[in-house]
Each structure stands twice: as structure tokens, then as C-alpha cells.
């Protein structure tokens, strides 16, 4: 197959909010720093379904999905040294170049290299895309697509794992579970004896209480409009459950009171900007910190009073939690085959790359973290 254009199924998003369409898709060999992968599991975070219903800005179609999975190198492009075919992989939307300004910080994980590309669905050398169904193109999404059986990613975006990983749990290690456990390791620090606040309670909330349970917080309060999440999210390290439904006072004033004057540490994992509000002026004065995790449709605009941030509370956010991916995720697969990290308990549906629609229902449905589709 290789230096051959490759056919194979992909899910096609047409347009917004309309079932993906499961296509015969003409997938291009990989150019000069790039590499071909063929996925073989993908999972579905909230961030596809918020593009495919139309609400982000960088949303274009038709595209391929997907950004949560793990695969096998097929062919790589000229000049691609660090991965070669049959090595095992982690696609990764936050690419890790280690040349560019950004890498070169030391201050973000955020890299420069071809976000430029990627934010508008196309490959970085020739601004074109890999794919294409009956001669049209297809765009990429996220730098990564792998709602396809194959897919073309730039060897910037691509984190070589232990191929003794089992690939359909390590997928979830392309997003949900390293963006929780990062936003408590690395964006906030949360230290031991901390007292935090996770306001949503799906895959990134859970994992965020996971990474505070860890980092050794006292409590751990869990914050969600859904009774049913609570006695899942105890697994995971939560101590304490609010439902600010059940609340007559906002329910930034409902923590302020039972922790004696705010969290240490909270965390917005839902994407709903007056939640973000409340998740910032939950926090204590003086030095309570807000982390923004969720994403937010386009438009939408946060606030708070200034006096807020005068007074000591700071305000953050995380992309992927903050990890250097291809350093970073193939040690969190390490950590994850050391038992030191959960995987499986995310998992709660499995599913076939045919059924896609039936996953994205699933996500919507309220009892799924994550659903594994089999590609
Ligand atoms: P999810 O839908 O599984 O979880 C959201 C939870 O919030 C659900 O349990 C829901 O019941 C709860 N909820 C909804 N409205 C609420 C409200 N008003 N008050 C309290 N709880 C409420 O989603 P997820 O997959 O865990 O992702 C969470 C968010 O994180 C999404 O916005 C996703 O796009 C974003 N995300 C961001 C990053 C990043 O790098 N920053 C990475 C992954 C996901
Ligand atoms: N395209 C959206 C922004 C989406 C967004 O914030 N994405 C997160 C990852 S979500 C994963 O589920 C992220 O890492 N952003 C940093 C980046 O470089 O995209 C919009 O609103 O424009
Ligand atoms: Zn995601």
C-alpha cells in the first residue's frame, strides 16, 4: 500500500447536525513529513459533537471527525524519522514540534508548527487535504480525523506508544483522560490537603477528580445537574455531590458557605460560560484558582467583576492539560500499564465505526463516558 492511494470507510460529516454518512474514502499517501496511520480504534469526545452541531467557529465541512484514538503506522513521508510503519500510535490534535517558539518556552504545551493548517482543515505542506470521496475533497479535523480507517497526520501530531499497550483502552490517551489528570497536575498544581471543585462530572470532570484525588485534595466536590453522576463520579475520587438544582442560592454562594469561604482549586469541565463564572467565583479569596477546561460555542463570551481577580482569584484555562504530547502521552501509557492510571473505567460502550450515529446518541444520552468504536 505504500506510496498508494489507500480506499477505505470513513464517517463523513456533510454538514452540521446531519447523520455522518459512512463513505468509501481515497486516502493519499503521506508527503514529506507526514504519516499514514491506520487507526484502529477511535473513541468520541463532547469536542466532535460540538463541531458537528455547527457551533465552532473553526468547524468546516464536509470534514472526518475524530481526535481520541490509536493506531498502527502504515507509510511515512519523506524525512520522517521518528516513527516508522508498524510502530504503535496516539494521534495527537496538540502537536509537539520542539523547534518552535512555543515549544521552545518551556512555558506551554501549545505548539506553533501547523496549527495554521490545521485550524482550517488541511495538511501544512501544500494546504491541501489527504482526503477525498468520488474527487471531492474531505477536510481533516483537529490535525488528526481518525473517524476513518486510515488517516494522514504530520509527524509533529503523532506520539509513539509501547506496542504492548492495548490499543483499545490507550485510544482514550488522545484526549479526555490526559485533559483532566493534566489540568490538576500541570495547570493548576493542586497541592495536598487542597479543596476543589469539579463542575461537570462527564470524562474530563471524572478525570479531574482522578488527578485530585492523586495530588492528594481533602475534598473533592463534584457539581452536576444530573443525580445519576454521583455515584460513578465516587469511584473516581469524589467526596462530596451538589446539584444546584436542588439550591435556591446560586451555586457559587452554596460552595463559599460549606467551604468556609471558597475552593482552593475548581474546575469548569462542562463548556457553559456562566458555569465558568460560577466556577471562578467559587473560589476563595486571595488565592482560589478557576480552570477552564470545558469549550464554549462561538460568540459566547465569559464575565465576572473585576474585583473578582483583584482580590486574589485567578483565572485559567488548559488545552490537552497542559502535556507535551508526544513526550508526554506515551509516558501516561506507561503509567496507565503500571496501574498507576485508569483507563477502562471510562469506557462504558463499544461500538462498531458502522454505528457511529448510534455513538453520538450514546454521548448525548447521559449514562456514557466514553464509547470505543472498532474500526
Ligand atoms: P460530558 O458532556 O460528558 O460532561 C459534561 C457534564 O456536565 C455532564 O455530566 C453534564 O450532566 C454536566 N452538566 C451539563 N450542564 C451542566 C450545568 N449547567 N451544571 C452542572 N453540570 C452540568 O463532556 P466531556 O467529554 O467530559 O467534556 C467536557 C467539556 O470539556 C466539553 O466542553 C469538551 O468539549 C471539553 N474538552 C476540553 C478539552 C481541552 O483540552 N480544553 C479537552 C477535552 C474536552
Ligand atoms: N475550535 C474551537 C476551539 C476548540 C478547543 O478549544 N479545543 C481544545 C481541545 S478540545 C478537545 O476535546 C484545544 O486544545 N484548543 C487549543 C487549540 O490549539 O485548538 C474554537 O472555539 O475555535
Ligand atoms: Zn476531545
Not at 460540538?50 to 470534514?63: H, I, M, N, R, V
Not at 524519522?81 to 509537539?96: K, L, M
Not at 446560586?250 to 475548581?266: A, E, R
Request: net charge neutral.
Amino acid at each position: 500500500t505504500q506510496g498508494k492511494v489507500i480506499t477505505c470507510k470513513a464517517a463523513v460529516a456533510y454538514e452540521a447536525n446531519k447523520p455522518l454518512v459512512i463513505e468509501d474514502v481515497e486516502v493519499a499517501p503521506p508527503q514529506a513529513g507526514e504519516v499514514r496511520v491506520q487507526i484502529l480504534f477511535t473513541a468520541l469526545c463532547h469536542t466532535d459533537a460540538y463541531t458537528w452541531s455547527g457551533k465552532d467557529p473553526e468547524g468546516l465541512f464536509p470534514c472526518i471527525l475524530g481526535h481520541e484514538a490509536a493506531g498502527i503506522v502504515e507509510s511515512v513521508g519523506e524525512g520522517v524519522t521518528e516513527v516508522q510503519p508498524g510502530d504503535h500510535v496516539i494521534p495527537c490534535y496538540q502537536a509537539e514540534c520542539r523547534e518552535c517558539k512555543f515549544c521552545k518556552s518551556g512555558k506551554t504545551n501549545l505548539c506553533g508548527k501547523i496549527r495554521g493548517a490545521t485550524g482550517v482543515g488541511v495538511m501544512m505542506n501544500d494546504r491541501k487535504s489527504r482526503f477525498s470521496v468520488r474527487g471531492t475533497p474531505i477536510y481533516h479535523f483537529m490535525g488528526t480525523s481518525t473517524f476513518s480507517q486510515y488517516t494522514v497526520v504530520h509527524d509533529v501530531s503523532v506520539a509513539k506508544i509501547n506496542p504492548q499497550a492495548p490499543l483499545e483502552k490507550v485510544c482514550l490517551l488522545g484526549c479526555g483522560v490526559p485533559t483532566g489528570l493534566g489540568a490538576v497536575w500541570n495547570t493548576a498544581k493542586v497541592e495536598a490537603g487542597s479543596n476543589v471543585a469539579i463542575f461537570g462530572l462527564g470524562t474530563v470532570g471524572l478525570a479531574v477528580a482522578e488527578g485530585a484525588k492523586a495530588a492528594g485534595a481533602s475534598r473533592i466536590i463534584g457539581i452536576d445537574i444530573d443525580n445519576r453522576k454521583f455515584d460513578r463520579a465516587k469511584n473516581f475520587g469524589v467526596t462530596e455531590f451538589v446539584n444546584p438544582k436542588e439550591h435556591e442560592k446560586p451555586i457559587q454562594q452554596v460552595l463559599v458557605d460549606i467551604t468556609d469561604g471558597g475552593v482552593d482549586y475548581s474546575f469548569e469541565c462542562i463548556g457553559n460560560v456562566s458555569i465558568m463564572r460560577a466556577a471562578l467565583e467559587c473560589c476563595h479569596k486571595g488565592w482560589g484558582t478557576s480552570v477552564i477546561v470545558g469549550v464554549a460555542a462561538s460568540g459566547q463570551e465569559i464575565a465576572t467583576r473585576p474585583f473578582q481577580l483583584v482580590t486574589g482569584r485567578v483565572w485559567k484555562g488548559t488545552a490537552f492539560g497542559g502535556f507535551k504530547s508526544r513526550t508526554q502521552v506515551p509516558q501516561l501509557v506507561d503509567k496507565y500499564m503500571n496501574k498507576e492510571i485508569k483507563i477502562d473505567e471510562y469506557i462504558t460502550h463499544k461500538l462498531t465505526l458502522d454505528d457511529i450515529n448510534k455513538a453520538f446518541d450514546l454521548l448525548h444520552g447521559g449514562d456514557c463516558l466514553r464509547c470505543v468504536l472498532t474500526l
